[in-house]
């Protein structure tokens, strides 16, 4: 009997609620979709709830979450989880920050990807911070994808018990009422240092040679650094050791990519892949089906819903479903030529209305040769909610439903 593969394809942010718009349905509901509704109509459908209550509803929880890790056990911060892709190394008691470079304007966080700044700009620019803020061996500067930078506090009486606020959290919010806090008193210096770095990077970057282009060219800067996410080195099981089977993860995300690294997957990097609506969705479906050769798993994951619903742009988001459906979700029903199990899903809801993540439960469908289809005909939050699987309380749940050959 040949060995059953496993895709789990995820579309960030991919799930919504009613948008006036578009007449009190989602845009899950409104896409032309014609692959997934397949899967849908083909296999079992129900609702996940992937984020706890008491968590942040991030990526970083949420996939974490899907890969059959408990969160609340093994979730140590999104920095660490991006330190791991970018191949930087920690030590038991260093800090791992994620460093957005924001678009801070006239006192108010305006933007928190400085309307989404390119690699070579970012690199620019923190590796101005780096060199004005940054102590070798104890703080230190690392340019990622994009606005996606990181910040690690080293060898220093430095803790990871303060409160800062994600920036996709706080647009329109001013500065001064969303500085990274205290939770404990040992902490107080931590925040006084990440608070001090935070307003000197504005004076920093604010007259360098990339943002002044950036102004000239009607985009906004990336005039301010905004440290979130932070925490220490996780230390969890693979899926090997829980599941039995070897995986692989493409992402444009180092969030996700970190997951992947940790749960013992091979991190596949595709050329064009962004993060962004113009990713390379082809490319994806290309290197995950020469990947499942080599693996029993791989885990697919776009970002674009996701930078649609924090834009509160419901025609984007459409789109980038869209496209998820036709140019990645299609390529890979035809290139496949063995026996799959497919899954696909949200890890959270960015709904339009709010413009960022919330902890609402997401629809998934999974279609196997092994799983009774039910009566679904459509994937799409209200049609799962009829599914077979009914609802799930907790994400580790959705691992043992869809690994069903093992």
Request: aromatic share 6%; proline share 6%.
């Amino acid at each position: 009997m040949t060995q059953m593969k496993y895709l789990l394809i995820i579309g960030d942010g991919m799930a919504d609620y009613p948008v006036e718009a578009l007449n009190g349905k989602t845009p899950l509901e409104v896409a032309d979709k014609p692959n997934m509704d397949e899967l849908a109509s083909e296999g079992c459908s129900g609702i996940l709830r992937t984020i706890p209550e008491d968590m942040g509803a991030g990526s970083d929880v949420a996939n974490l979450s899907i890969l059959g890790y408990d969160p609340k056990k093994w979730y140590t911060g999104r920095g660490p989880l991006e330190a791991a892709t970018r191949g930087i190394h920690l030590g038991k008691e260093d800090i791992a920050f994620r460093c957005n470079l924001i678009t801070e304007e006239n006192g108010v966080l305006l933007d928190y990807s400085a309307d989404h700044i390119t690699s070579d700009e970012a690199r620019e620019l923190m590796k101005c911070v780096d060199d004005s803020l940054g102590k070798p061996n104890e703080i230190d500067f690392h340019a990622g994808v994009s606005y996606r930078n990181l910040l690690i506090l080293r060898n220093g009486p430095y803790s990871d018990d303060v409160m800062c606020t994600p920036p996709h959290d706080a647009l329109g919010v001013k500065i001064s009422e969303t500085l990274p806090k205290a939770k404990t008193p040992a902490a107080e210096f931590t925040v006084a240092t990440l608070n001090r770095m935070i307003l000197d990077s504005k004076r920093i970057l604010e007259g360098h040679p990339v943002n002044v282009n950036r102004v000239a060219l009607g985009k906004r800067p990336g005039n301010m650094i905004w440290p979130w996410g932070q925490g220490k080195k996780p230390s969890m099981p693979t899926l090997q050791e829980k599941y039995g089977i070897s995986g692989a993860v493409i992402s444009a995300v180092d969030v996700v990519k970190g997951v992947g690294i940790y749960a013992g997957m091979e991190v596949v990097n595709v050329p064009g892949a962004t993060g962004f609506y113009d990713t390379n969705y082809e490319g994806k479906a290309d290197y995950a089906l020469e990947a499942l050769k080599k693996h029993d798993m791989v885990l697919i994951h776009v970002e674009a819903p996701d930078e649609a619903g924090h834009y509160g742009d419901h025609e984007q988001k459409i789109r980038t479903i869209e496209d998820l459906d036709r140019r990645l979700l299609g390529r890979l029903l035809e290139g496949l030529d063995q026996e799959c199990t497919i899954a696909v899903l949200p890890d959270h809801a960015t709904p339009i209305k709010v413009r960022t993540h919330t902890k609402d439960p997401v629809p998934f469908t999974i279609c196997s040769p092994l799983i009774e289809p039910d009566d679904v005909k459509c994937f799409d939050e209200v049609s799962a909610r009829k599914g077979g699987f009914g609802f799930l309380e907790r994400g580790e749940l959705f691992m043992p439903l869809f690994i069903v050959a093992k």
